[in-house]
């Protein structure tokens, strides 16, 4: 049986990208817990929505009860205030929290914590005097909220009368303005502290927060003497990552540490890394090791759309020609072979419907064999001529859809026996993300 593994919250896109890396995989069982309605239930097939918020009273309770109901052994927390409160209330949790230690976490959440744990070494940004702004003369300057992450509350400061639309500026970081590359790198210590995986990534474009487009960059002396000293001097356990920026003389300087998986650790997977997976063999008292593949990866994100619809079906007829193939009958169309094995999956029927023999020198088995296509992947394959209709031939005595290429064929389809139809194009919708 698998061991359960509660990602909470379940719906921040490290969470998507966490559920993609422990979903196939045979120790550990991904459940997602949120305490809001969002996009964990498209992705996870155990989801939990409506816990209360973290700062809520009665969070800890239904946190703890909800555990027990799903005997859920290890917890990996996506947010950064999330990953503080859990990890210091570790002792009342009957799971374990895969996270660093709280009082690395509360060192993280903090950057006057973090600058000042690390005060001396080089690559810590000159960091202002709250009370004597008025002295700055080198401009401009960068404000950052203490407890913010990422780009949130940050502003770019030209001259000191700027200062008077920050709100409660002295509760702030006000630091050097630091104009050059930006850089995020994954890190991963395992239980005995020794770091086992690094990966610096550039940040060459940034949506909402999270690293739009990025891409591995070489280790170089001065990451590895910036991560050894961090290292060092903060006790980390597990996945942990660090954002870098150059100032204006090209030198690296820290902009924040997280304890939680970053937006675009997804960089690191693609290296042939699973950081989630690592993680919580290291927690369940698991030797660990990396095996890390030597290419260049170049990461873009656009926004996806994922779907449910109010549909319930137990058979599919799919058309053959321009449909299940492409490109003339010369390719396999890969994500029409998905769905169809999907399907395959949750016992659906599927049935061939083609006129492929009358419009073709080869056979349809021969083409099929041709393409790799297995026969038995059709419980019924029905070849017709073209004075024969497709609607003719569907039996709609349980509830049943069509995919055909063609407007027409879907239009006789739709009119003649009311069920639904679909394009080439539309398939996507019935893809089940949670598989």
């Known amino acids: ?37 969002n996009h964990s239930k498209f992705v996870y097939e155990d989801c939990v929505e ?23 052994e290890f917890v990996i927390p996506t947010d950064d205030t ?35 744990a690390l005060h001396g070494s080089d690559f810590i940004p000159l960091v202002y005097d709250n009370n004597k702004l008025e002295d700055i003369v080198d401009y401009p300057v960068f404000v950052k909220p203490d407890d913010g992450q990422g780009s949130q509350g940050t502003k770019r400061i030209d001259e000191y ?12 970081v006000v630091c050097e303005y630091l104009p050059g590359e930006e850089y995020t790198v994954d890190y991963f210590t395992d239980r005995n502290r020794k770091l086992l995986f690094c990966n610096p990534r550039s940040r060459s474009r940034i949506m909402y927060g999270i690293t739009a487009r990025g891409f591995n960059v070489p280790l170089t002396d001065e990451f590895r003497q910036i991560i050894e000293e961090i290292n060092e001097k903060v006790e980390f356990r597990g996945y942990w990552f660090i954002q870098l920026k150059r100032d204006k003389h090209g030198k690296l300087k820290l902009l924040e540490i997280c304890t939680r998986f970053a937006g675009t650790f997804g960089i690191s997977k693609s290296l042939g890394v699973n950081l989630p997976l690592l993680a919580l063999c290291d927690f369940a008292g698991m030797d660990t090791e990396v ?74 088995i021969d083409d099929m064999n041709r393409l790799a296509i297995p026969e038995n992947l059709f419980d019924e394959i029905i070849e017709l001529s073209w004075e024969e209709e497709k609607s003719n031939v569907i039996n709609n005595d349980i509830t049943s859809i069509f995919i ?3 407007f027409n064929e879907r239009k006789k389809v739709s009119r003649a026996l009311h069920i639904p139809v679909f394009d080439v194009s539309n398939v996507d919708c019935l893809f089940d993300w949670r598989m």
């Open 50 to 72: 409506g816990l209360p918020f973290v700062f809520e009273d009665n969070f800890l309770d239904e946190f703890v009860k909800l555990i027990v109901e799903k005997n859920v």
């Open 161 to 172: 009368s700027e200062f008077q639309f920050i709100n409660h500026v002295d509760k702030k």
């Open 82 to 116: 999330i990953a503080l409160f859990l990890s210091k209330s570790q002792e009342k949790i009957p799971a374990i929290i895969v996270c660093s230690p709280y009082k690395t976490a509360e060192l993280c959440r903090y950057k006057k914590k973090t600058y000042h």
């Open 291 to 364: 095996i890390i593949n030597n290419y260049e990866v170049v990461s873009d994100k656009s926004f996806i759309d994922r779907y449910q619809l109010n549909l319930e079906y137990e058979r599919v007829y799919i058309d053959y020609d321009d449909t299940i193939t492409c490109n003339k009958g010369t390719q396999v169309n890969p994500y029409i072979m998905a769905y169809l094995y999907q399907c395959k999956a949750k016992s659906k029927k599927i049935i061939l419907i083609t006129r492929h023999g009358y419009s073709h020198e080869n056979t349809l």
């Open 1 to 37: 049986m698998k061991r359960n593994v509660l990602v909470f919250a379940g719906g921040p896109y490290p969470a998507i990208l966490i559920s993609d890396c422990l979903k196939y995989n045979m120790i550990f069982h991904p459940i997602a817990a949120s305490s809001y309605s």
């Open 404 to 406: 055909d290429n063609s």
